[in-house]
């Protein structure tokens, strides 16, 4: 029997975020910035450019001394200066002048475009050009991709490198981000034993899960120590209450099916509150969430697919949250293959194959057949209120990649 | 003026592609190998699960013993043993017997069936069932998962989670992957200073491709190192010389443009051999590519956004392949929101926001303005046989995610 009563999906979710909190804020170089989320608006330290800049190699000068330049037609100024990258001419370009300039430099006084090089001749200090260009051209204006003082990115926002390019330009060496939640994952479970090439002893089982949902914390941002307990309620108890020292979120694996001597949630209730044993789900039924010492544990089936899926809905949300950073699910519209049955009151997890236009589930799906992971890149959900959908139905999918940090 | 004529996308790809190479293999730890590429096949030591392994917690028996039973007529059965998960029972179940069964537990010699705990009651020895089971119900048949001695993963594959799930239980607790590419960056340019919130001083421009591309090589599952070169000729060599020496790939940033001194594109011709210098795309024309002491050398623009997109369309792809792993653009149509001319001969990679039925470019998007990356979570790719699009029209879109790790 499930500790409580079995809760539907949305009901359990809503425990899950009344329960929410955030992991405190550090400052880190902006070198180590990227993949977190900001915990600070960023206002500008500096424009960017910090001047007009030359956008080519070739010579600064006045675009209106070039007009009906041609092959033909060429015309001829004269070079008064040369401003190499990181360098600037304290000269002013007047009628009939121009500077050599490098891709980078800034553009001197008085001129207002670039001719490229590779449309001129020099012969000395005298220049010929063969092409005109427009005032502006080739000019990448002062402050056109970032104005000091601005706001340019706010609070929560997740880095990818774009984001730490537009930071860096900013003036920013450091920044504020969310700190990773520091995930404690306990496995239980006397028949499990470490993968081995060697011969297995009777009734004992490789121990997946410490794999699969280690690298499903490490998806979501946060770090992950493992531990393991056997299924004794006092070495479930210790390990537990020891985590809820250290860490910021527990996560057990095994003892959550219906029926159970159901140690696991028995220590929850010992140590804690349990705030849901057993929700409506397929797969993933089996699953528990509560507080212990302050600190949220989620406690997963020891099925591997069910184990799996239980993340998905319950705890990548958590830990996306913890960092600021928001989390639905992505999801789009796609048409069904195959037909499927599905109980009303139940929310349906379907393991499939999805491409651009359509969504096939896998066949063989029991909650222990990874290999159904592993054939699948998306969930077909079908909400509590539908009884399936058939062939040829527009259904909802949610892609494996589209829930990656 | 470019050291080679002006290639097509696909001519400067061909080249890439003619120097492609795979890095060695090493044997890591299961538990070191997510987002890793396989370099064997897997070849499964065991049966997964290893036994006929009951699937609930309840009682083993045989099937048809329990037809019939139901809460107003309910049967009795004989307990004759216990098995908890980790154990085996040598006891047969015979008819008119159960044994009372843990999830995860091998199924007894004589037993078909589990009955869930739920539909039971217990006096001693004494099992009364409220329900019936069919042959075969909660148990989960031995290697329904995984047979021993199939292949079950091919060289080559990327591992995910699941993927690590599925190896694990096949009993190698080490696997054979490609090693991630050591890169080496350097940084060109005289006037590239560090972020910095104090005045910057004038002609200085804040570095931040270091930051961008760095993050863009991890992204690629590489490791990468930074270093910096001023812009003179014999620096850029002997940094580029050394970095050929001790890394798999060289990447440089700016230096490339149209008629500049061409420092870096002269050192690679001075080392080696350049495959090419100007591609017809745009942003990202200034790219140059070549070989130096048999390692490939990316040569960048100094412009953040000509940078982004260079890496994405070139290196992205080497360093995918050099991990065993193929590099396609996953694209996708969407409907054009807004209209935009194209050159004929140009392949054009342009910024973009788009949803699950839309593709909007982003309008202010100079080849220095990172802004345009930030707000962008695409490419619209238009083909050079295409002079452009209409809104409304059918177009090719890449997103950023589907180009990561």
């Keep these: 029997m499930f500790l409580s009563k079995l809760d539907s999906l949305n009901d359990a979710l809503k425990l899950i975020d009344d329960n929410q909190k955030l992991t405190s804020i550090e400052e880190i170089p902006i070198n ?13 330290y500096h424009n960017s450019p910090p001047f007009d800049k030359s956008a080519m190699d070739g010579f600064a000068l006045k675009g209106e001394n070039t007009f009906g330049a041609s092959q033909s037609m060429p015309k001829t100024l004269k ?29 001197p006084d008085g001129a207002d475009a670039v001719l490229m090089k590779e449309f001129t001749t020099t012969d000395g200090d005298e220049l010929t050009l063969y092409s005109q260009v427009t005032p502006g051209e080739n000019v990448s204006p002062m402050a056109e991709d970032i104005e000091k003082g601005n706001t340019i990115l706010l609070k929560n926002t997740f880095i990818r490198y ?17 700190k990773k939640p520091k995930v404690k994952l306990i496995i239980t479970g006397n028949e499990l034993i470490e993968p081995t090439k060697d011969e297995i002893d009777k009734a004992k089982i490789i121990n997946s899960n410490q794999f699969t949902i280690k690298a499903m914390v490490e998806d979501s941002g946060a770090t992950v120590e493992i531990g393991h307990a056997g299924d004794t309620f006092d070495e479930v108890k210790n390990a537990i209450l020891e985590a809820s020292r250290d860490f910021d979120v527990i996560m057990t694996t095994g003892g959550t099916a219906i029926s159970k001597g159901d140690v696991v949630l028995d220590v929850v209730d010992d ?11 397929r797969p993933g039924k089996p699953i ?16 591997p697919v069910a184990a799996m899926s239980q993340f998905d809905i319950f705890a990548r949300r958590y830990l996306f949250k913890m960092q600021g ?41 029991g909650s222990g057949i990874i290999r159904s992971m592993v054939d699948a890149n998306s969930y077909i959900i079908i909400d ?13 999918v949610v892609f494996f990649n589209s829930l990656l940090w």
């Design 162 to 178: 774009q984001e730490l390019g537009l930071i860096a330009s900013a003036g920013y060496d450091t920044v504020k981000v969310y």
């Design 32 to 44: 180590q910035a990227h993949k977190r989320v900001l915990a600070e608006d960023i206002i500008a």
């Design 384 to 396: 509590e209120n539908d009884e399936g959908y058939q062939k040829g139905d527009i259904i909802n």
């Design 271 to 281: 140590l804690g509150d349990i705030l849901f044993h057993g929700v409506s789900i």
């Design 79 to 107: 070079i008064i200066d040369s401003i190499g990258a990181g360098d600037f001419s304290n000269k002013s370009v007047n009628d009939g002048e121009a500077i050599i300039i490098a891709t980078g430099a800034p553009i």
């Design 288 to 303: 528990g969430a509560g507080i212990v010492n302050d600190k949220i544990i989620f406690n997963f089936s020891g099925q």
């Design 325 to 365: 950073r928001n989390f639905d699910f992505n999801i789009v519209k796609r048409e069904a293959l195959l037909k499927i049955p599905s109980q009303l009151g139940r929310t349906d997890f379907i393991r499939a194959f999805s491409d651009e236009k359509y969504a096939r589930h896998i066949l063989n799906r």
